[in-house]
């Protein structure tokens, strides 16, 4: 959210709050009897105000705090990408390592879709691929259809997959419909957002954002009331502005009696 925005948002909702106060300052003429009007007219329209101006800043605020977090911070955060094997994953890899802020670039898990694997199957590929792909660590069946498989680092993806492919036709009679690359990159936090909207379009997916920021971030979530009850304290905030209106009189009178007294006090 563009911060003019949320600065006329706050703008509109103090407004609203000079409403109510002047409203409330109409008392001595609209009468005394009418005190619970006020109340009840601070109170919707604290709710209003809160639904319609503060709500919309209160969503965004997590975004806005990181933000402000990435922009200070000297650390890192970790992206997660995902690369089909269709394309080329090691020149989409090389033009992300060029991007500003990129600290290192590492391909690891593999997710291999494939045709049926029978139960009969499932613990021999587990042990035998990485024995047949000296580039794979690990390799594990999710599913009757899914392979999950561990990569050195510093291999080519395309080329395990390739001979992955090979050998599982050749030896099972199974074959790969298709596969994701797994990519992890170390980003200075400040400049998460530039290298996000840097990234090759239609190469690549984020799938996950973690560190020190998405942490606070986090915290701040857990943290922060639900937006309804702060809605809710919108209307109870209207009714304290409705009534200060209404004993404005009373109220500034108490402080200047409190302040003479210690003035006085003071001098004595």
Not at 168 to 186: E, N, P, R, T
Request: charged letters at 20%.
């Amino acid at each position: 959210m563009e911060t003019l925005f949320v600065i006329i948002m706050i703008i509109l909702f103090f407004l609203l709050m000079a409403f109510v106060f002047s409203t409330a300052l109409l008392t001595p003429l609209i009468g005394k009897k009418n005190f619970l009007f006020v109340i009840g007219l601070g109170f919707v329209v604290g709710l209003i105000g809160g639904a319609f101006f503060i709500a919309p800043v209160y969503d965004d605020l997590p975004d806005m705090a990181r933000a402000i977090y990435m922009s200070t911070s000297d650390q890192q955060e970790i992206i997660t990408i995902n690369i089909s094997t269709d394309s080329n994953v090691n020149q989409a890899i090389e033009t992300v390592k060029k991007i500003p802020g990129v600290q290192s670039v590492e391909s690891g898990e593999i997710t291999v879709k494939t045709t049926g694997i029978s139960s009969a199957w499932k613990s021999n590929l587990e042990s035998r691929i990485p024995v047949a792909n000296t580039n794979i660590t690990s390799a594990k069946v999710i599913s009757d259809d899914t392979l999950m498989v561990q990569t050195k680092p510093g291999s080519d993806p395309t080329e395990v997959i390739k001979k992955l492919k090979s050998w599982l036709v050749l030896v099972s009679g199974i074959d790969i419909k298709f596969s994701i690359v797994q990519v992890k990159l170390v980003v200075d936090a400040s400049q998460v957002d530039s290298v996000v909207k840097q990234l090759p379009q239609g190469e690549v997916v984020v799938t996950e954002i973690n560190g020190p920021v998405e942490k606070e971030i986090q915290t701040l979530k857990n943290t922060i009331p639900a937006k309804n009850n702060v809605i809710l304290f919108c209307g109870f905030l209207g009714v304290i502005v409705g009534l200060a209106g209404m004993f404005i009189d009373t109220i500034t009178l108490g402080f200047k009696g409190l302040r003479d007294r210690l003035r006085k006090k003071k001098d004595n």
